[in-house]
């Protein structure tokens, strides 16, 4: 019987951080160098959890699909990264991003978890600069910082639109600097699919090396998951295509708790869907809402061009419902308030879906350099897509599913249920609660790696000095690698006549639809039929061509949609559960009559977490959120 | 429209590989040219022949998986555009479109479309860095940095590692690669205690992986999808030469 314990240290909120820092155990550096450690995933967490554990002499393996470690998907974020350093004397301050969290979160995120990745966001910024992380300057040489939505204060770090591409570079070169000084071992285009429990330890991971087929068998005394969220699980998303739930369903197969796994943030400001053929949402960053405004036309089906539509004609529909936040309200608001104006009637576009993200008054008032030097990559890649030149015309953009706040359940320690194996960045559920705030990510995933995990890993490590290699003949690696091969096989012998990805696409229709923006009960039942239904046709009838040996992408495809469906079953089952709406979560039945989300704490300030037992029925576990510090309000944006 | 594709056909590294050419009908102008190969590979799949492999994640410009080589171009006609950004709308109707590997010494044929990079990487390990331990750093504003400089050394910072200028030099020469990253450094105070030692570190790296020297054709400028400026060669020529002359010793 699992029993949910968070360990969140006692005392007062400012303090619990760093006495329980100074509580924990460490490990001598003649013993670090005797202790394995795998982290799978190479992005803003993994890279940085992995140079820093290599930093302090442990031997360190890491894992990623991609040919080199450079490439995770962290590289796209555009944005910004967040810190608490009041440079801009505007009030912040830790505990305002913590609260700005919290409230963002919809409530339902863990108050002491938060309250330290506000706490370490200024050493993130500071390791960052000294590591050459070229973030925009002033004029006088100093930092310079902008706004993001659902915020009052200017507090996000930025590098042109190329934030994730920056502070990844960074990681990676820390990285790569361990990767020569022998502490750490890189193994690139590797699938991780199954973690490796022995005596109740997390003791390895089995891998299918991408290029040559091979099964492999990997050892530590300790393995972090870095793996990053599973937007893809819509087809359509913001997620780079290879991004993918399987790590993480299979150590949630093997006992971790999985938490929250309906929490998907919708990001209002996606190029909009254009095409059939489309593999792809590109986002536009939300720091465009800086100086975008958001419109549609106040005439219904209105097919003019925008810019023949005049001012009187136009509905700035999030500065007229949300006058104190205006444009730069949170993400789920925004998303919600699009869909809401498309369903009815006002939408941009051919297809109706979309809604207009305008620049010209901000390029009168500003000049068009000044956008440029601000967002010149992002309009570059609007234009190269759209073919549309967002200089001369509004932008149309819609919501896209992008950034999953629910992952694997951990404790203050991020560790999950089964001891030993950590999850960190975005693939843990800890800090962003039902919504996550703009350029926060970025935050907790080099917060995590660099400042979090090297102290709570140590003092778990702390009692495996005596536990010799851990030997990768164990009947438990076999069996692993028996389920494994077994499933690859499975997958190869159904030989029907559809592929990999057609199946995908149906699923994130499904998902889109029923388990999307806006959600009911009614709907979240039969969006459960119908992913049983493609799950069985897909064990049918899915055709991968191609052979398990050797580099075979539609394996690879065939793998992950395959977990697709089982995480999208348990999306659906997560959010019929919970009878309220709270942040990304907006359940249909429960809101006020001007259509803000309703919250209910008094039944559902808890975080589900949900244990594998077998893939339809599985046991929910609740760890209730005791908020000590912030008062439970409801999120007013007005 | 409909186009002919020849498309370069390899097994694995040890396959001699060969042309293959395919007659694709109704491709949509607004489709990527990764969305025409997806379409492509739908085709083949549903004919029972294995699909074209290719290197792709975030098809949108910046992770730098994708790199074709186009109608005898890295990442194809479109100047300042990644493999993933291409849109059909620039090829013609009835076309024929050549698609092949990075063709480089120091990038082996892995399979069809993808080649091994991770020279490329060995290049970072050798020097690609500034040697700051996690938790040693102090207050991010503690060092003031002329704007100037700091924007120069993100212009250098915007390569995705593609490969591309490798594929586009006729000596497959890495110079851009690494002139970018020695610059992106170096332009900063952080980076300067190690600039000698870097530069030195990274050229030699270079030629030790085989890349081939440069004789400043520059086609690796043009090709390059992130507009990364051949200038920071020019800089790093001079940075590599008072190194030697300095003779801060290389350890
Ligand atoms: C387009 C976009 C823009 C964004 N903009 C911002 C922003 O401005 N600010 C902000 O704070 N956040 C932003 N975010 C969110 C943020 O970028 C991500 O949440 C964050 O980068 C995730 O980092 P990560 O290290 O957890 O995972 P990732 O960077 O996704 O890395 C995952 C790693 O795991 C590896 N991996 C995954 N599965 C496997 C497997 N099965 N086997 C082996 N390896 C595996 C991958 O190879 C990769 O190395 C954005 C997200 C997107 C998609
Ligand atoms: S797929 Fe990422 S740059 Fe093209």
């Known amino acids: ?638 | 429209m409909d186009i002919k594709l020849k498309i370069w056909r390899q097994k694995d590294a040890a396959d001699k590989g060969k042309f293959e050419t395919y007659d694709l009908k109704e491709v949509s102008p607004e489709m990527s040219f990764l969305e025409m190969m997806d379409y492509l590979n739908s085709k083949l799949i549903s004919e029972g022949k294995e699909p074209v492999a290719f290197d792709h994640d975030c098809r949108e410009g910046i992770c730098g998986s994708c790199g074709i080589y186009i109608n005898g171009r890295p990442h194809g006609p479109e100047r300042g555009t990644t493999t993933c950004e291409l849109r059909m709308r620039f090829f013609k109707n009835n076309e024929t479109i050549v698609v092949e590997p990075w063709r480089s010494r120091a990038f082996p044929v892995i399979k069809d479309l993808i080649v091994d990079r991770t020279s490329l990487d060995e290049i970072i390990k050798a020097g690609g860095f500034i040697s700051v331990d996690t938790g040693s750093a102090k207050d991010a504003n503690c060092i003031p940095i002329p704007k100037n400089n700091s924007d120069k050394a993100f212009d250098a910072a915007v390569c995705v590692g593609c490969g591309a200028c490798v594929a586009a030099c006729k000596n497959s020469s890495a110079m851009l690669f690494v002139a970018a990253k020695v610059a992106q450094m170096g332009l900063l105070p952080q980076g300067k205690v190690e600039a000698s030692i870097r530069v030195q570190k990274m050229v030699e790296k270079m030629d030790e992986l085989g890349f081939g020297f440069c004789s400043n054709i520059l086609a690796c400028e043009y090709d390059c999808p992130k507009h990364v400026s051949s200038e920071f060669i020019a800089k790093m020529n001079r940075d590599f030469f008072s190194s030697k002359v300095c003779k801060q010793k290389v350890i």
């Open chain 1, 1 to 638: 019987m699992i029993k949910l314990d968070s360990k969140i240290p006692p005392g007062p909120l400012a303090n619990k951080w760093s006495d329980y820092k100074s509580s924990l155990r460490l490990v001598n550096p003649a013993n670090k160098k005797k202790l394995e450690i795998i982290v799978v995933g190479t992005g803003l967490a993994g890279a940085s959890a992995a140079s820093s554990l290599g930093e302090l002499g442990y031997n360190v393996k890491v894992f990623c699909f991609q040919d080199s470690p450079r490439r995770a998907h962290s590289v796209a974020a555009q944005g910004g990264i967040n810190a608490a350093k009041n440079y801009k004397n505007d009030g912040d301050s830790i505990y305002r991003l913590f609260v700005d969290m919290v409230k963002g979160g919809d409530y339902r995120a863990r108050e002491a978890n938060v309250y330290r990745a506000a706490e370490v966001s200024n050493s993130v910024i500071d390791h960052y600069t000294a590591i050459g992380v070229p973030f925009a300057r002033d004029y006088g040489g100093l930092l310079d910082t902008r706004s993001f939505g659902g915020v009052q204060v200017s507090r996000t770090f930025y590098a042109k639109g190329q934030t994730g591409q920056q502070c990844l570079l960074g990681s990676y070169s820390a990285l790569c600097r361990q990767i020569s000084k022998g502490t750490v071992k890189m193994f690139p285009r590797r699938d991780m699919l199954d973690v490796v429990v022995v005596d109740g330890k997390a003791r390895g991971i089995i891998t299918r090396n991408l290029i040559t087929g091979e099964i492999e068998r990997h050892s530590a005394h300790a393995v972090v998951l870095a793996t990053g969220g599973y937007g893809t699980v819509f087809y359509l998303s913001t997620l780079a295509l290879g991004s993918n739930a399987s790590a993480a369903w299979s150590a949630y197969k093997q006992g971790a708790l999985f938490a929250n796994p309906s929490f998907i943030q919708i990001h209002p400001t996606s190029i909009p869907v254009l095409n059939d053929y489309q593999s792809k949402l590109t986002l536009m960053s939300e720091s465009l809402r800086n100086d975008g405004r958001v419109w549609v036309s106040k005439v219904e089906k209105d097919k003019r061009h925008p810019n023949d539509i005049s001012e009187e004609e136009r509905d700035y529909y999030l500065e007229r419902r949300y006058p104190a936040f205006g444009n730069l309200v949170p993400r789920d608001v925004a998303s919600r308030a699009a869909k809401e104006r498309c369903d009815a009637g006002f939408g941009a576009g051919d297809t109706g879906l979309s809604v207009y993200l305008d620049f010209s008054q901000a390029i009168a008032k500003q000049g068009q350099k000044a956008i440029e030097n601000k967002y010149g990559n992002l309009f570059e890649m609007y234009e190269k897509i759209t073919g549309v030149n967002p200089y001369k015309e509004p932008m149309r953009i819609y919501p896209a599913g992008h950034y999953t706040m629910g992952g694997l359940w951990v404790d203050y320690n991020l560790m999950t249920t089964i001891p030993g194996l950590f999850a960190i960045g975005e693939a843990n559920f800890s800090d962003h609660g039902a919504n996550r705030l703009g350029a926060s990510s970025l935050m907790q995933c080099a917060g995590d790696g660099f400042f979090i995990i090297p102290y709570t890993i140590t003092d778990y490590l702390s009692d495996e000095i005596k536990t010799p290699k851990i030997p990768t003949d164990k009947d438990e690696f076999a069996v692993a690698e028996k389920r494994v091969r077994e499933r690859i096989e499975k997958i190869l012998n159904v030989n029907g006549a559809k592929t990999a990805s057609s199946f995908h696409k149906r699923l994130g229709k499904i998902l889109w639809d029923y388990c999307g923006m806006i959600r009911n009960a009614e709907g979240l039942k039969k969006g459960l039929e119908l992913v049983d239904e493609l799950e069985a046709e897909f064990w049918k009838s899915v055709k991968v061509t191609g052979t398990k040996d050797g580099l075979n992408q539609e394996l690879e495809k065939a793998l992950r949609v395959a977990d697709f469906f089982e995480i999208g079953k348990l999306m659906c089952i997560d959010a019929l559960n919970r009878d309220e709406s709270c942040g990304a979560h907006f359940r249909e039945e429960y809101q006020t009559p001007q259509g803000e989300a309703m919250r209910n704490d008094e039944k559902f300030a808890f975080v589900a977490a949900w244990e594998y037992k077998g893939s339809n029925s599985p046991e929910l576990h609740k760890e209730e959120l005791k908020y000590e510090f912030v008062q439970l309000k409801a999120r007013d944006y007005k």
